[in-house]
């Protein structure tokens, strides 16, 4: 059993989930491809002194590669995921697939139609309170779920998406569908459905009023400039000189098997983690913490009958911190899954169609902000590629033979 030749493209602030990937024996990560000079060194750092570096990801397609991380900014993302379908090279596209439903459909066709496997980076699936969650939904504890809630305090969100490429609707169409894409996905896999239509309300309603911004951030990344002493949100400095996306977005939804959903999102709480509540016919859960920090998360779930308010759930599930805390252990079982479906194929926890599901999801919502609540119909995708994704592409080929 050889190992799998492994690349990765574009080795900026997501690059080092692709270190899961250097499994002696399993898999290596032997090329990376950076336009910048900083991005070719970190891979040294991040991969060894003896990977091939490369400036465009093209370069790549002759270095023998059984399967490619493409990690670029999400507006770059599908010309290079396009190439390596095409030459069979099995893909991890980073999430959100794309930043608008057309490009996912046209990577989710390439990939049925050249018969290569791809795989979309939602590691949130791999969250160990959210797979608590699911697996509660699957035992019934709260009846058939029939609302599915979302509240997320982006409490960092002002240096994570307001101080580069991020902020601009070029390249992420909206932090509703840029940032919300986790948890759109996250919200159909707890209902066991997908969105169909959407309201959605929001602004830029903090971060737009300030005036200190910074034009050059050339060879710059998030932890260059990340502070977290700053406070209140308005006081941070050099924000990115364009910026025409939302901080503050409410989105609901109606999914094709009747659950309703609602999905909050601001980037100024003081606070920063998911809040998750399902409403079942039979009961409610709900979590407090999310575990991506490394903390304790519980579960409370309140299913024995009606009362006014308790704090005293009936059922409480703790869920301990993860040893690896990169995402709460998410991101290190992310990979694993990619490197055992580029060999042998199978049923995985992600779902590319899933993936394109929530982008769907998140460019109709902030088509319908913007056009002060108006409902939007979500388009379904073609039922072929529902056909051939439901099946886990199950007719995907292999690696290249071992």
């Not at 993860?322 to 194929?345: K, N, Q, T, Y």
Request: proline share 6%.
């Amino acid at each position: 059993m050889r190992e799998l030749r492994i690349g990765v493209v574009g080795v900026g602030q997501r690059a080092g989930i692709a270190t899961f990937a250097n499994r002696p024996g399993t898999a290596r990560v032997v090329a990376c491809a950076d336009p910048d000079p900083r991005g070719r060194a970190d891979a040294r750092d991040l991969f060894g002194a003896d990977v091939a570096l490369h400036e465009t990801y093209e370069a790549m397609l002759a270095d023998g590669l059984d399967a490619v991380f493409v990690l670029t900014p999400d507006h770059v993302h599908t010309r290079p995921v396009l190439a390596f379908l095409a030459a069979g090279v099995a893909v991890f596209a980073e999430k959100p697939l794309a930043i608008g439903i057309e490009d996912c459909d046209a990577m989710l066709t390439a990939a049925s139609s050249s018969g290569t496997r791809l795989f979309v980076g939602h590691n949130l699936r791999h969250l160990p309170v959210l797979r608590r969650m699911r697996a509660l939904i699957g035992e019934g504890v709260i009846g058939t779920v029939k609302s599915v809630w979302c509240r997320h305090f982006v409490g960092h969100g002002g240096d994570y998406y307001f101080k580069d490429w991020h902020a601009e609707r070029a390249n992420t169409t909206g932090l509703l569908l840029q940032k919300g894409a986790h948890d759109l996905d996250v919200l159909h896999w707890l209902a066991g459905g997908f969105t169909r239509r959407v309201v959605a309300l929001g602004g830029l309603t903090v971060y737009g009023a300030n005036p200190r911004r910074r034009e050059d951030r050339a060879g710059h990344r998030m932890p260059d400039w990340f502070d977290a002493d700053v406070w209140p949100p308005a006081a941070l400095r050099d924000l990115n000189p364009v910026i025409d996306v939302e901080d503050l977005s409410m989105m609901l939804s109606e999914m094709d098997n009747g659950v309703f959903a609602s999905y909050q999102q601001c980037h100024y709480t003081p606070d920063y983690w998911r809040n998750y509540t399902v409403i079942g016919d039979e009961g409610r859960m709900e979590n407090f913490g999310d575990g991506v920090g490394g903390d304790e998360a519980l579960i409370r779930v309140w299913n024995r009958g009606r009362s006014g308010y308790r704090p005293e759930s009936d059922l409480t599930v703790t869920i301990a911190p993860e040893p690896d805390g990169s995402h709460g252990g998410a991101d290190a079982a992310l990979v694993a899954e990619f490197l055992r479906f580029v060999a042998e194929g199978g049923p995985t926890e992600t779902s590319p169609l899933a993936a394109r599901e929530a982008v769907a999801a998140g460019f109709a919502a902030t088509s319908s902000l913007r056009s002060g609540g108006t409902p939007v119909d979500v388009p379904p995708p073609d039922p072929a590629l529902v056909r051939y994704f439901g099946g886990h592409q199950a007719t995907a080929r292999t690696a290249r033979p071992r």
